[in-house]
């Protein structure tokens, strides 16, 4: 097994060779074995920084290496983080118990070595330190913000009118403000028309549109490919393709437009790339930019600020679910692995549920012998 990516290295294993500062040369040889063993899995370079430096500072708070963790150094290092100055949130508190899971797992398989090599320079072994009952789980019902949530039709609608007031206003005044303005409503729209995340609005191209054969009528946007889609344990962008549907028709006419009659052309900066969005000084805006457009559109409507950006993203979801699509086709357009997350997406309106309520009630009332079968 000494062939295998995260092996003890052979100096390490070298009798004859003397290690100055043992224990910190054994601890970032183990943090080099885990990187080469996570490349080896495909993860991504940042997850694995991300990763290297919560161990760090795990093993900084700690004062001990990993052959001498307990479970105990580990509740005191969750305590901590969670009740300090700067509380992380329970998302990062559950991504940095996760790492230390991950390493300790690496650490003390026998696959790796670490273990027989351990013990005969330390005395000791590398165990398993993380556990269910000493770390943060991970449930749907906490993985959204409690205050966020879907858009009300009526939120939605204010908010677009706002945005197409303004590139008017902006227009007609004869400022240059007009044409992001014009650009950002659009790319409002275009989140809400797929159920897009930031990033994957923002890295749009345009060569990622094609036709669906199925509906014609959409031309060349019957479908649209993400490139940039969230990936999974570090594993980088996914792809995905959403296809367009009757209830966001109206995105089509709005990506022709767009693309077709002078809207993107207008920017100096269009020639430069095929992205979707150019910026007046780049080839694409940023996810910063874009953000802040929102923002500022949000306030000045007076809506909430936890409606961000993300929550057209939810009001895709939800609408797409009150407009009677089946679960499994909303989760495969927005990209979920598992229906339990696209649950977590949906808010469904007041006046869903009330329908849904009269509609049960009605089948009730036309087939009564089915409310009581005896009678």
Known sequence: MQGVSGFVPRVLRDAEVGLFRAEDRVFDAMLDGWKAQMLARGL????????????????????????????VDLDDYMAERRSGEKPISL?????????????????????????????????????????????????TDDAVPPRRRAFKQKELQKLFDYMDDLVDREY???????????RDSIAFKVCYAYGLRRREVTMLDLHDFGPNPHVPAYGEFGAVTIRWAKGTAGSGPRRRTV?????????????????????????????????????????????????????????????????????????????LIEAGYDPAFV?????????????????????????????????????????????
């Open 44 to 71: 991504t370079t940042q997850t694995i920084e991300g990763r290297c430096r919560v161990l760090r500072r795990f093993q900084e708070y700690a004062g001990t290496f990993p052959w001498t963790w307990r479970p």
């Open 243 to 319: 296809l367009t549907v009757p209830e966001f028709e109206w995105v089509v006419d709005l990506l022709r437009f767009w693309i077709h009659e002078g809207g993107r052309a207008r920017f100096p900066t269009a020639d430069r790339s095929a992205a979707l969005w150019p910026s007046e000084r780049a080839d694409r805006i940023t996810l910063g930019s874009l953000g802040d457009s929102f923002a500022a559109a949000r306030d000045a409507v007076g809506l909430p600020k936890e409606l961000g950006l993300h929550c057209l993203r939810h009001s895709y979801i939800t609408h």
């Open 91 to 139: 998302t990062t508190l559950r991504a940095d118990s996760n790492a230390i899971a991950m390493f300790c797992t690496y650490t003390s398989s026998p696959t790796y070595g670490w273990g027989e090599f351990c013990e005969q320079t330390f005395g000791d072994v590398p165990a398993q330190i993380a556990f269910d009952w000493n770390t943060p789980r991970h449930t």
């Open 331 to 375: 989760q495969t357009q927005a990209g979920h692995a598992y229906a339990s997350v696209t649950s977590v997406y949906t808010s469904v309106g007041d006046d869903f549920k009330q329908k849904t309520i009269q509609k049960m009630i009605a089948r009730r009332i036309a087939r009564p012998e089915e409310a009581n079968p005896d009678g």
């Open 172 to 182: 007609a005044a004869g400022s240059k403000r007009w044409l992001p303005a014009l």
